[in-house]
Each structure stands twice: as structure tokens, then as C-alpha cells.
């Protein structure tokens, strides 16, 4: 029997107990590994936002310090009133490739030498002469405005898209596929053009899918765009194709003429339904990112302030 009394062992236990209340303390203040990591690597992101706001909100691992998410719609207007303005004029130009058609095959039917009859050597009345150039140069003059008005809307275009090319990082999407830079040298750069513009439209426009539509599970990339997309792009790229091919045809022939003013009536028509479906690809993608623009500062206003 030990000679400690029983005051000795009660404080013998108390001091085991305030021993093992110090250790707990001790433990509970030091950091898990798990802990560590992830301190860590809330650390590297707030770096990463550092870096984002100085170089323009480019794709990163922020999704409270991306951009602020804006409304595309102050800038659909000049961009869509050129768009149809250029459509009106391929429409136009369509017009006089027809009628210069029309007028180069009767001039054929009056030549004797048919359709391999030299331009510059017609074997018809001057008044069926003159009356081909007149029509053959307002065909001419309406494709130069045509393609100066083309320009003039592929200008506003680009300001336009920067808005939800740009939204890409307000809503949620870490590291989008292209910047508004990459977004505007996809329409000119060569092969990139044949799929570039589509692919970056589909792209905002899946970006600004609703949550209630959200699958869970399944990523950005897959989610659906409208036919309508396919629809515009595949008319774009088939006039675009066609112009370069009129281009570098022969005109020294009534026939070889007869046939440039042919596709140009085709170019024109095409570029009239690619028009169309373009004014209602940019109306319907600025629609569905204004419906973002509340619930992206809402959802906000829910996350909890960053250090």
C-alpha cells in the first residue's frame, strides 16, 4: 500500500487531467495537414486574383474577383443596325447579279457568236451595249458598297462580343477557351475562321445557360447550342467560300460574265439569309446574358466577403 493519502492521489488526477486538457489545447491549435493545403492554396489564389485584375481578368482560378458581369445591349444596337444595313445591301447586290444576268444572256442571244463573244468586241447594237454596262456596273458598285458596309458591321461586331466573351469569367467559367482578343483574330486569321467565330459564340452562349437548366455533373463544354447557330455559320462560311472563287474567274466572255454575275446573285443570296440568322444569333445571345446579369449579383451578394 502506498504511503500517499487519498489527497495525494485526487491531486494526482487532477494534474492528469489539466496535463491532457494542455495537450488537447496543443493539438487542436496546431494546423492539420488538410488545414495547411488548403490555406495554401487560398493563398496562391488570392496571388492568382492579384495577377487577374492586373492584366485585364484573363482565365484563372478567381471566381469572386472575376469581372463584374455587364450587359451586352448598349452595344447590339449599332452593331445589329449595321448588320442589317450590310444584309440590305447584299440583298441589293443579289438583285443586280440577276438582272445583269438577265441582261448578259440576252445579249447572247443577239450576238452571233453566242457566249464566246469577246466583251470588247460585242456584235450588237450600241444600245444593247450600253444598256450591259449599265447593269453590269450597278452590280459592281453595289458589291463595293456591299463589302464597305461588311467591313463597317464586322467593326461593330468585334465591340459587341468583347461583352460576353468577357462575361465568360463572370459566370463561373474558370478558364474559358477564348479571350475577347483570340475571339476577334478567329474571324480573320486563315483555316482558324472556318470554325473560330462559331465556336467562341457557342461558348458564350453556353456560359450564360441558367442554373434551373444546369445538368448536374456535366461540364460547360457540353452543354447544348441552338441549331440556329449552325444554321448562320454554315450560310457565312458557304458565301465566304464563294466569293474568292468569283473573284478568280475569266470575265473576258459574255458566257465567262454570265457566270460570275451567277454566283454573285448566289453569293448575295446567301449572305441575305446569313445576315438574317446573324441579327438573331446576337439578339438572342445579348437576351440570355441580360437574364444573367441580376442572378450573377445576386449570387454575389450571397458569397462571403474575401480577406
Known amino acids: 500500500m502506498s504511503a500517499a493519502g487519498p489527497g495525494n492521489g485526487r491531486r494526482s488526477r487532477r494534474a492528469a487531467r489539466a496535463d491532457g486538457r494542455e495537450r488537447i489545447e496543443h ?24 495577377r487577374l485584375r492586373e492584366t485585364d481578368g484573363r482565365p484563372g482560378n478567381a471566381v469572386q474577383q472575376a469581372p463584374p458581369m455587364v450587359s451586352p445591349r448598349p452595344r447590339l444596337r449599332t452593331a445589329r443596325v449595321a448588320v442589317v444595313l450590310a444584309t440590305v445591301l447584299a440583298g441589293v447586290h443579289a438583285a443586280a447579279a440577276v438582272a445583269a444576268v438577265v441582261q448578259t444572256r440576252h445579249t ?10 469577246p466583251l470588247g468586241a460585242l456584235q450588237v447594237s450600241r444600245t444593247a451595249v450600253d444598256r450591259l454596262h449599265d447593269v453590269t456596273d ?9 463589302y464597305g458596309l461588311l467591313v463597317v458591321a464586322g467593326l461593330l461586331v468585334l465591340r459587341w462580343q468583347v461583352v460576353p466573351i468577357r462575361n465568360q469569367q463572370a459566370l463561373w467559367i474558370e478558364r474559358p477557351r477564348y479571350t475577347p482578343v483570340a475571339a476577334g483574330w478567329c474571324w480573320v486569321v486563315p483555316i482558324w475562321a472556318l470554325f473560330g467565330p462559331k465556336k467562341a459564340y457557342g461558348d458564350a452562349w453556353r456560359a450564360a445557360e441558367p442554373l434551373d437548366e444546369r445538368i448536374p455533373g456535366q461540364t460547360w463544354t457540353d ?13 457565312w462560311v458557304i458565301a465566304g467560300l464563294l466569293e474568292p472563287v468569283t473573284l478568280r474567274l475569266p470575265e473576258t466572255t459574255l458566257g465567262e460574265s454570265e457566270t460570275v454575275w451567277v454566283l454573285e446573285a448566289v453569293s448575295g443570296t446567301i449572305h441575305v439569309a446569313a445576315g438574317v440568322l446573324f441579327v438573331m444569333v446576337l439578339t438572342r445571345l445579348t437576351a440570355r446574358h441580360d437574364a444573367m446579369v441580376d442572378v450573377v449579383a445576386a449570387e454575389r451578394a450571397t458569397d462571403p466577403p474575401s480577406d
Do not use: C, M, Q, Y
Open 27 to 50: 493539438w487542436s491549435a496546431a494546423p492539420s495537414p488538410a488545414a495547411a493545403a488548403a490555406a495554401e492554396r487560398e493563398a496562391a489564389w488570392a496571388k492568382e486574383d492579384a
Open 223 to 235: 452543354r447544348p447550342v441552338p441549331g440556329l447557330f449552325t444554321a448562320w455559320w454554315a450560310a
Open 108 to 117: 447572247i442571244d443577239a450576238d452571233p457568236s453566242g457566249s464566246s463573244s
Open 138 to 146: 450597278v452590280g459592281d458598285v453595289t458589291g463595293l458598297v456591299f
